[in-house]
Structure formats: structure tokens, C-alpha cells
């Protein structure tokens, strides 16, 4: 397995490798690009010398945000996004003993209880923890009874999330499919 997500290639093998950095993906993927939301834990990495939960979720708040600061910045709203990924790996930390794998494998979870536990994770709605449960089911190699069906439309097959992307034509292609939708919706909130 080896994600291709952002375009550069030591992000997204940082991405297929550290099971952490995805879910920080994640996290941060609203209001920017999905390549830029993905390549930000390369950037975490590359200026705080770590992606532990537990030394992400210790840093000083202000010497973490102006990580996120420094140009190229990680986010368009570094402060907020900051304090969210610090939220995060605390979590991580306290919840599931630094390992971001066990929220889908503590345990032998089913699709259902894996979108549970994504749900309660700080920044994870229930839209971001159903496209990340696809990411999973798609990409990751997570195979728990009733993943797609947990996921929602993001199980299905088709391009319609980061869960579908694996190439630069597949990313074409979903951007197609998200700019169809806000057409649509759109559309629907005017009539």
C-alpha cells in the first residue's frame, strides 16, 4: 500500500507510513486544498523533529502555532488549526495510548464502532469521520465488517473524496465531483 494523495512524494510516504500523520491529514483538511491539508504533517515534521502525539500534544500552544506560522504556512487559520492538532494528539495520547492505529484496531472494531470512535475525536465530524473510515476501508487496508456501509456514500465506489485518490487523474476527478455538488447544492438553495 502507498497513499498518493498530495503530489509530493515524501508527504505522502510520510502519509503511508505514519497512521498519525494521516488522521493530522485529515484533521486539517477543510478550507484548503486537500494536497495542502495532507502535505501539512510533512511540514509539522520537518520543523518540530516529530509527529509523537504525546511531544505534539506537550509543545508550548504559541511555539506550536507559530509552527504553523512560518511560511509555507501549514493552514490558512494557523492558530485555530494548531490548537486542533494539539487537541488531537492529546487525545491520541490519553485515549488510545499514542497510537493512532488502535482507534481502528483496539479491539477488532467493526465499520460502525471505528465511525464512533473517528466521531469523538476532536476536529472529526461526522462528515470527516466518514470519508476518513473510507480512507481506511480504501486505502489502508482496514477491512472491519460494515465499513462501507458505515461510510456511507464515501464507501461507495467512484471519486468522490481524498478517500479515492491515487493518482493525479483520480484527484481530476474529484474535484470534479466536489465542484458538481456545491453547483448543485448551489443550484438547490436558489429554487
Excluded: C, N
Aim: aromatic fraction near 8%.
Amino acid at each position: 500500500m502507498s497513499l498518493s494523495i498530495t503530489g509530493d512524494p515524501t508527504a505522502d510516504q510520510l502519509l503511508t507510513d505514519d497512521p498519525f500523520a494521516l488522521l493530522v491529514g485529515m484533521l486539517l483538511d477543510q478550507q484548503i486544498a486537500m494536497e495542502a491539508a495532507f502535505s501539512g504533517p510533512a511540514k509539522i515534521l520537518d520543523r518540530v523533529g516529530t509527529l509523537d502525539p504525546a511531544d505534539l500534544a506537550g509543545q508550548e500552544p504559541e511555539a506550536f502555532e507559530a509552527v504553523f506560522r512560518q511560511t509555507p504556512a501549514v493552514h490558512r487559520y494557523p492558530g485555530s488549526m494548531a490548537g486542533r492538532v494539539q487537541a488531537l494528539a492529546a487525545s491520541v495520547r490519553d485515549e488510545w495510548g499514542g497510537d493512532a492505529t488502535a482507534i481502528w484496531t483496539q479491539g477488532s472494531p467493526d465499520g460502525p464502532e471505528v465511525l464512533k470512535r473517528l466521531k469523538a475525536l476532536p476536529g472529526f465530524g461526522e462528515q470527516k469521520a466518514k470519508i476518513f473510515l473510507a480512507l481506511l476501508g480504501k486505502q489502508y487496508g482496514y477491512d472491519g465488517a460494515g465499513w462501507r456501509e458505515a461510510a456511507g456514500d464515501y464507501g461507495q465506489p467512484g471519486h468522490r473524496s481524498v478517500a479515492d485518490i491515487t493518482s493525479p487523474e483520480s484527484l481530476v476527478k474529484v474535484r470534479e465531483f466536489k465542484r458538481e455538488q456545491k453547483a448543485a447544492a448551489k443550484a438547490a438553495k436558489g429554487s
